[in-house]
């Protein structure tokens, strides 16, 4: 564990029905959680954390399977232990362990599609969601064509079964890691070698890289089942959403970010920032700003 990115936040780990959850928490005033995405950990709000602290008290979350939060083995052939609705429930009990029964969310990637679930199984809890660099996983599958099996091959590599992918980047986890992040990366602030080398050590566990593609396993199965089912239902968020991407980044490049958004979701606005798919940690300060003015107009 490396506690020199995140000096000030107290470690905690918590109980979700049997499933240990790594977080940790910082600041006064109303809640926020923060959610990573893939290969990552909740380091990778290690700049934009400190600055939220300012004004909310902040939890930033290992989702399980991640980190070093627990890994689950997953027995069932539709994948539901990673299913986003058991993710989702992770995170809303670990909240509400914490003591807050109504919260605001970000997250990014993986974290983002989380929080997706989490507002739409628990909007009670929800007061904002923010999304950072993802469409809908269920719009991203409708819509796939050769651009996106080239841009998001990783979605189908992780998700290929009989132990593929899992004994393809157990070989050598670490060029996996930083030749993942490293291609999806324009400009802006590098990546902090302290978090690389945490990331880094965190997916050394087969564990990790399994839990992880089983988190994909179940995006092609068990989540879009979920997805379809709320489209049918005419089911969608009903707290604020924001959504921000990088300009440069697949989607920025490929969707209308905000109007496909408003498919899921009755209030939706978004912003585009200079960077590629890793927004709080390339443009962390634009990210800090954009997150606090949202959460404190939602709050």
Partial sequence: MNDELLPGFARRRVD???????????GEGPPVLLLHGYPQTHLI??????????RYTVVVSDLRGYGDSDKPASLAPEHGTYAKRAMAHDQWLAMRALGFD?????GHDRGGRVGHRLALDHPEAVSALAVLDIVPTR???LHADK?????????FFLAAGDGIPERLIGADPEFWVRTRMNARHHGGTPFHPAALAEYVRCFADPAAV?????DYRAALTVDLAHDDADAAAGRTIDCPVLALWGEHSFV????DVPEVWRAYAKDVRGEALPCDHYVPEEAPVDTARLLGSF???EG
């Fill in 16 to 26: 979700a029905d049997g499933v240990g959850i790594h977080l940790r928490v910082a």
């Fill in 45 to 54: 709000w290690h700049h934009v954390a400190p600055l939220l602290a300012a």
């Fill in 102 to 106: 109504r919260f605001a969310v970000a």
């Fill in 139 to 141: 719009h991203a599958l």
């Fill in 147 to 155: 651009d996106f099996g080239r841009g998001y091959y990783h979605w």
């Fill in 210 to 214: 399994h839990a992880s593609c089983e």
């Fill in 252 to 255: 920025g490049r490929t969707y």
């Fill in 295 to 297: 959460f404190g107009r």
